[in-house]
C-alpha cells in the first residue's frame, strides 16, 4: 500500500522559505512521477511541480518558476519542495501525489492514484 505523507507546512512571512517533504513508502517508486498540488480556499487543487524518479527531470508551473525547486533523495524515498521568496498568494493546503502510469508528468490532479493528507503553508503579508 503507497503512503505519501508530507510535512515541514506552516506560518512565514513574505520573502521567507519553507522546504516541504513527502515521504513515500509501500513501493518501489522508480517508475514514479512525483507532483505537488496546492489548493487555496475556494480554489481547484492546481499543478506546482513534478518530478520522474527515474531520471530527475523537473517540470514547474509558470507561477513557481525560479522561486521552487522539487527534488529527491532516492535513499531516504522523499520528495522535497523547496520554496523561496514566498508571496501570501502561495497560501495553500500543499499535497504530494505520486503515479505510476504517466511516463512524463500531469499537471491534472485527475492523473494522480496517490495522495498524501496534505500540509499548510501561510504566508504573511
Known amino acids: 500500500q503507497v503512503q505519501l505523507v508530507e510535512s515541514g507546512g506552516g506560518l512565514v512571512q513574505a520573502g521567507g522559505s519553507l522546504r516541504l517533504s513527502c515521504a513515500a513508502s509501500?513501493?518501489?517508486?522508480?517508475?514514479?512521477?512525483m507532483g505537488w498540488f496546492r489548493q487555496a480556499p475556494g480554489k481547484e487543487r492546481e499543478f506546482v511541480a513534478g518530478?520522474?524518479?527515474?531520471?530527475?527531470?523537473?517540470y514547474y508551473d509558470d507561477s513557481v518558476k525560479g522561486r521552487f525547486t522539487i527534488s529527491r533523495d532516492n535513499r531516504m524515498n522523499t520528495v522535497y519542495l523547496q520554496m523561496n521568496s514566498l508571496k501570501p498568494g502561495d497560501t495553500a493546503v500543499y499535497y504530494c501525489a505520486a503515479d505510476s502510469r504517466l511516463s512524463s508528468y500531469s499537471d491534472s490532479p485527475a492523473e494522480y492514484e496517490y495522495w498524501g493528507q496534505g500540509t499548510q503553508v501561510t504566508v504573511s503579508s
Open positions: 518530478i520522474r524518479w527515474s531520471t530527475g527531470n523537473t
Open positions: 509501500g513501493r518501489t517508486f522508480s517508475s514514479y512521477t
